[in-house]
């Protein structure tokens, strides 16, 4: 008998609705200021370490076979999501240059809006990633909506073209390398994903025989959404709505990236020779079983498994033993803190990051070619 009933039940899903929360979060911080305008980090960072060190690991797996049906509870948190973001961002730049503007400070104002790319950028953006991946186009739509509210719309292309194809080869650049820190990783990562992603759509029309400007190509959407959304914001906040709003995209996309930099750190796939690769296993992926992190982040670390079979909804992944994938040492909201911390970061990842090459990969005996992404471009 498999389990998926118990699954499909909206006690287990509603622990998966705690993003909810961060929603009234943001009201307080936005209409009380002083001290409350740092809850969206506190909450987000801090108070999940503390659940995820209280509550430990989630070890169950459930049945993969489940059906769409009967995870309509899950589902529903990542539908209601992008509508209620996008309320809550534009309401609190309307708000923020309006009634707000009476007892908000200019440092509080930038406090809050970091604050809501922490949010737009671990929530909004997490979401999107879920629902990309989905067949149903509104969905997919949806999911093009809250990259556009953090102008980061080509994350689509380049993650489903680019990053699942090539991650752990020199072609991926969202595939940390071995003592990369994050200030070197991150500007890297701004200019490479973008190249990469455009390139991707330009060749598949190419290969279709269209130009890059066709109507087709996805790049002319993602342009059209995030100028829509530059032009709600100036028209309800003016250049200082604006700028709020780049500053908390730009806050969002750099909480992204803190999660693409440690999901695959130092992890690559073995060159097989003359451009071949090995096929991606559960391996090249960093897994944590974190259970409140998971909670928040619907299931996100369990990382291992969404790049071994990307078309699982999140609440059907699978959490890996040592054995079958490398595992964090702790959940995200800690592990992207240290990751601003380059020296912390690879005192903790490195001798990590050399005990799995020796448990998968002991005849690999010069990695020069793997720290440094020399090997062969995959064909």
């Given at each position: 008998?498999?389990?998926?009933?118990?699954?499909?039940?909206?006690?287990?899903?509603?622990?998966?609705?705690?993003?909810?929360?961060?929603?009234?979060?943001?009201?307080?911080?936005?209409?009380?200021?002083?001290?409350?305008?740092?809850?969206?980090?506190?909450?987000?960072?801090?108070?999940?370490?503390?659940?995820?060190?209280?509550?430990?690991?989630?070890?169950?797996?459930?049945?993969?076979?489940?059906?769409?049906?009967?995870?309509?509870?899950?589902?529903?948190?990542?539908?209601?999501?992008?509508?209620?973001?996008?309320?809550?961002?534009?309401?609190?730049?309307?708000?923020a240059n309006g009634p707000g503007d009476?007892?908000?400070?200019?440092?509080?104002?930038?406090?809050?809006?970091?604050?809501?790319?922490?949010?737009?950028?671990?929530?909004?953006?997490?979401?999107?990633?879920?629902?990309?991946?989905?067949?149903?186009?509104?969905?997919?739509?949806?999911?093009d909506l809250l990259l556009a509210m953090?102008?980061?719309?080509?994350?689509?292309?380049?993650?489903?073209?680019?990053?699942?194809?090539?991650?752990?080869?020199?072609?991926?650049?969202?595939?940390?390398?071995?003592?990369?820190?994050?200030?070197?990783?991150?500007?890297?990562?701004?200019?490479?994903?973008?190249?990469?992603?455009?390139?991707?759509?330009?060749?598949?029309?190419?290969?279709?025989?269209?130009?890059?400007?066709?109507?087709?190509?996805p790049f002319l959407r993602y342009w059209?959404?995030?100028?829509?959304?530059?032009?709600?914001?100036?028209?309800?906040?003016?250049?200082?709505?604006?700028?709020?709003?780049?500053?908390?995209?730009?806050?969002?996309?750099?909480?992204?990236?803190?999660?693409?930099?440690?999901?695959?750190?130092?992890?690559?796939?073995?060159?097989?020779?003359?451009?071949?690769?090995?096929?991606?296993?559960?391996?090249?992926?960093?897994?944590?079983?974190?259970?409140?992190?998971?909670?928040?982040?619907?299931?996100?670390?369990?990382?291992?498994?969404?790049?071994?079979?990307?078309?699982?909804?999140?609440?059907?992944?699978?959490?890996?033993?040592?054995?079958?994938?490398?595992?964090?040492?702790?959940?995200?909201?800690?592990?992207?803190?240290?990751?601003?911390?380059?020296?912390?970061?690879?005192?903790?990842?490195?001798?990590?990051?050399?005990?799995?090459?020796?448990?998968?990969?002991?005849?690999?005996?010069?990695?020069?070619?793997?720290?440094?992404?020399?090997?062969?471009?995959?064909?």
């Amino acid at each position: 008998m498999t389990n998926s009933q118990p699954v499909a039940s909206i006690q287990r899903a509603l622990p998966f609705w705690m993003s909810l929360l961060l929603i009234p979060v943001a009201l307080i911080s936005a209409t009380q200021g002083g001290w409350s305008i740092v809850l969206l980090p506190i909450v987000t960072w801090f108070l999940f370490t503390i659940l995820d060190a209280a509550l430990g690991l989630n070890l169950e797996n459930t049945d993969p076979e489940t059906s769409d049906e009967q995870l309509k509870w899950y589902r529903a948190i990542t539908l209601i999501w992008p509508p209620l973001q996008f309320v809550l961002l534009f309401w609190v730049i309307w708000y923020a240059n309006g009634p707000g503007d009476a007892h908000l400070s200019p440092i509080e104002t930038i406090c809050l809006f970091f604050g809501v790319g922490v949010v737009t950028g671990t929530i909004g953006i997490n979401y999107s990633h879920e629902l990309m991946h989905q067949k149903d186009r509104r969905e997919r739509l949806l999911g093009d909506l809250l990259l556009a509210m953090v102008l980061y719309s080509h994350f689509r292309s380049e993650h489903l073209l680019v990053h699942h194809r090539h991650v752990g080869t020199p072609r991926d650049p969202v595939t940390a390398r071995y003592n990369e820190g994050f200030f070197r990783f991150f500007p890297r990562v701004l200019m490479g994903s973008l190249r990469s992603a455009f390139r991707a759509e330009k060749d598949m029309l190419a290969r279709k025989g269209l130009a890059w400007t066709d109507r087709r190509n996805p790049f002319l959407r993602y342009w059209a959404l995030q100028g829509s959304m530059l032009l709600l914001a100036a028209l309800l906040g003016g250049w200082t709505g604006l700028m709020l709003f780049i500053w908390q995209a730009f806050v969002a996309i750099w909480q992204l990236e803190l999660v693409n930099y440690i999901e695959h750190y130092g992890l690559t796939r073995k060159h097989l020779g003359d451009g071949k690769y090995e096929h991606v296993k559960p391996r090249h992926s960093w897994n944590a079983a974190h259970k409140a992190s998971n909670w928040l982040l619907i299931n996100l670390q369990r990382h291992s498994d969404h790049h071994y079979k990307p078309d699982r909804r999140f609440p059907l992944l699978q959490t890996y033993a040592e054995s079958d994938a490398p595992q964090l040492p702790y959940g995200y909201p800690l592990m992207t803190m240290a990751a601003m911390v380059p020296p912390l970061w690879r005192q903790v990842m490195n001798p990590r990051v050399r005990h799995w090459r020796k448990t998968y990969y002991p005849e690999i005996t010069n990695w020069k070619p793997y720290n440094k992404a020399q090997n062969p471009l995959p064909r």
